[in-house]
């Protein structure tokens, strides 16, 4: 059973969010990290694009497959993780610590606010 931790937000194309200090930091969650298999190559958007909730903003590659990450928000791209580009197997190791994506300086904090809860995640999931 993927975890699904209590103080993050979600979306159903399973991004995490949490928003601090005006700052949402975002990744992939666990179940998407385990659905995905050993992940071999993250791409990140470049720092100071604008970017859209719901768009693609960058792709992970995994042995077997490789997906799109979309926007929890509306704002700009703070930083990214460069760890990732030497070591993505953080994503896998550590979807919601070191594994991490992006930083977005949302436009709306309350936008933060519509993600899905963990509580409707878990639902999505069908747990």
Known sequence: MATVP?????????????????????GITD??????GEIVMVELPEAEARVRKGEAI??????????????????????VNEKL???????NQSPYEQGWLVVIVPEDEKSFEQLLTPEQYKQHLGE
């Open 6 to 26: 209590a103080d993050l937000r979600f979306t159903e194309t399973h991004e995490w969010a949490r928003l601090a200090k005006g700052e949402l930091t975002m």
């Open 31 to 36: 179940y998407a990290q385990e659905e995905m």
């Open 58 to 79: 960058g792709s992970i590659e995994a042995v077997k497959t490789a997906e799109d990450f979309y926007s929890p928000v509306d704002g700009k791209v703070l930083r």
């Open 85 to 91: 580009q030497s070591s993505p197997e953080l994503v």
